[in-house]
C-alpha cells in the first residue's frame, strides 16, 4: 500500500495568494483528518471527514481555511487569502473507523507564506 | 478545555539509558490514549492504550495508562540513536474520533 499521499510536499507563496493541498487516504480508510503542525501550538486537528462528510470542523481557524471531501479517495485543504501566520506543516491522515482508531498520517506539506 | 500535557519538553541522554516519558491528560468522556514517534516526517502508531494498568510492551518500547490518575508513560529501555524522535501522546473521547495532541516530548540519544 503507498500511504497517505499528499501533494505538493512543499509550497512557498506569497501572502494573498490562492493555496490548495491535496490527500488521497489510504484506500478503503473511510475517515480522513487534516492537522496544522507549529513549533508553538504543536499538532492540532482542523477538520476530519467520515465518508465523505464533514464531522467536526471546530479546528478550522477561519473563513480563509475551507476543506471538502468529493469522493472516498481525494480531499482538498484550501487556503484564500493566505498569511504569513498560516506557515505550517499540513498533515492529512486517514483510519477505518472500527475497531481501530489509530491515524495513519501522510509525508505533510510544508506551507511558507511570505 | 481538553488538553494533553507531556513532560519533560526535552530531553537528551547516552546510548544504553531508559527513558520515562509522560503524559497527563484532562478529557471529557475519555476513551483511549495513543502514543507517536515523530522523527523527521510523519508521526508513526505506537501505542493505544484503553484500560488501566495493562502494559503494552514492543520490543524496548513500553506504556502504561492510569485512569485513576489520568497518566500515561513511555518507556524506552536501552535507547539507541535511532530512538532519537518527537514522541506524542494523543487522546480520543467517546462519540469522536478527533485526536487531542500534547505538545510531544523531543528525545535526543547521543553516542
Known amino acids: 500500500d503507498a500511504g497517505v499521499i499528499q501533494s505538493p510536499r512543499h509550497e512557498v507563496t506569497e501572502m494573498g495568494q490562492e493555496v490548495t493541498l491535496r490527500c488521497k487516504p489510504i484506500s478503503g480508510h473511510n475517515s480522513l483528518f487534516w492537522y496544522r503542525q507549529t513549533m508553538m501550538r504543536g499538532l492540532e486537528l482542523l477538520i476530519y471527514?467520515?465518508?465523505?462528510?464533514?464531522?467536526?470542523d471546530s479546528g478550522m481557524p477561519e473563513d480563509r481555511f475551507s476543506a471538502k471531501m468529493p469522493n472516498a479517495s481525494f480531499s482538498t485543504l484550501k487556503i484564500q487569502p493566505s498569511e504569513p501566520r498560516d506557515s505550517a506543516v499540513y498533515f492529512c491522515?486517514?483510519?477505518?473507523?472500527?475497531?481501530?482508531?489509530?491515524?495513519?498520517f501522510g509525508p505533510g506539506t510544508r506551507l511558507t507564506v511570505t | 478545555e481538553d488538553k494533553v500535557v507531556q513532560s519533560p519538553l526535552s530531553l537528551v541522554v547516552h546510548e544504553g539509558d531508559t527513558v520515562t516519558l509522560n503524559c497527563s491528560y484532562e478529557?471529557?468522556?475519555?476513551?483511549?490514549l495513543l502514543w507517536y514517534k515523530q522523527e523527521k516526517k510523519a508521526p508513526t502508531f505506537l501505542f493505544m492504550l484503553?484500560?488501566?494498568?495493562i502494559e503494552k510492551k514492543s520490543g524496548r518500547l513500553s506504556s502504561i495508562l492510569d485512569k485513576k490518575e489520568l497518566f500515561s508513560i513511555l518507556n524506552i529501555t536501552a535507547t539507541q540513536t535511532g530512538d532519537s524522535a518527537i514522541y506524542l501522546c494523543?487522546?480520543?473521547?467517546?462519540?469522536?474520533?478527533?485526536?487531542?495532541f500534547g505538545k510531544g516530548t523531543k528525545l535526543t540519544v547521543n553516542p
Open positions: 494523543a487522546v480520543t473521547q467517546g462519540g469522536s474520533e478527533k485526536l487531542v
Open positions: 491522515a486517514s483510519s477505518l473507523v472500527s475497531p481501530l482508531y489509530e491515524q495513519y
Open positions: 484503553t484500560s488501566s494498568g
Open positions: 471527514f467520515n465518508n465523505n462528510v464533514p464531522i467536526d
Open positions: 478529557v471529557t468522556n475519555f476513551r483511549s
